[in-house]
């Protein structure tokens, strides 16, 4: 393996990224449940803004901004709103959902939206094994959210909607960041990211008259898990410039085994044997994506 390759880099960092965000889960939960969610937003964000304005700086990417054009100007807009929708849902799922392994496991619909997204909109080329493991991957997803219910109300768990919802934004801004991620440098786009976050909180917090709660363990918990979020949206931006923004979100799809690791050892806590069952079929559904790509399973399937 060539360890100088954009390939290996690309891969590196999307391995990167995603043992930081598994870890995400994990300290945002912890946090959550002492912080009201505004309140949580808006420390969190502060410090992730923090991070990133330091980080550009010393990058010597600050400077940057002074030349942005009307386009890439609206580019960041378009993609400030996008992000207030997806990191809301993010977190809000977060919250909602008990375990964050069960979270971390609904979030590989994301990577087959991805993946279909980059097919439609991206061009980019996947062979039918990778479509049989995408789908294999939402069929776990299914298991996972399958309650026994049989209305529309009672059929899923609490919260799967909205990581629904989330991956569909999440997709959409992650095809822009790939269509302009080397016009524009992953530290304006995250610094970019944070800020608009960093806005929306203040203003739902003052909106929506939070009573300030405080707590020592809740805000280490808050500074971890910001820091290792702009180091995962970082790296995840860094990835997108050496593969495609399917192979990245493949890699990033296996957060949910680490997540399950981190829940068990931070909260003692584990899925139901159903949920487990249905975070290994979306697991191996990712895996047969990946080593399809990497034709394994065809070594006539090229790129």
Known sequence: MD????TFKGYLFALIATVAYSNVYIFSKAAMEVFPLAQFGSIWYLLV?????????FNKKISQIKHLTKKQIRVLLTLGFLEIFTTTL????????PDPAVTGFLGNMYPVMVMLGGIFILNERFGPIEV???FMALSGAFVISYTGGTTL??????????VFLNAIFATTATLIVKKYVREISPEILNLNRSVWMLLFSG???????????????????TVMGALLEFTAILTVYYSFHYIEASRSSIVQSLKGIFVLFGA???????PAKHQLIGGMITVIGILIMTL??????????RN
Request: hydrophobic letters at 55%; a positive charge; one cysteine or more.
């Open 3 to 6: 360890f100088k390759s954009n």
């Open 49 to 57: 803004t923090i991070a990133c304005l330091l980080f550009a700086i």
């Open 90 to 97: 993010f977190y809000l799922s977060i919250h909602i959902i």
């Open 132 to 134: 049989f493991g995408g």
């Open 153 to 162: 109300q009672t059929i899923f768990i609490k919260g799967t909607g909205i």
């Open 203 to 221: 203003i739902m917090f003052f909106a929506l008259g939070e009573s300030a709660a405080y707590s020592v363990p809740a805000l280490r918990n």
């Open 264 to 270: 068990f050892l931070f909260f003692h806590t584990l």
């Open 292 to 301: 399809a790509q990497a034709g394994i399973f065809c070594k006539t399937y």
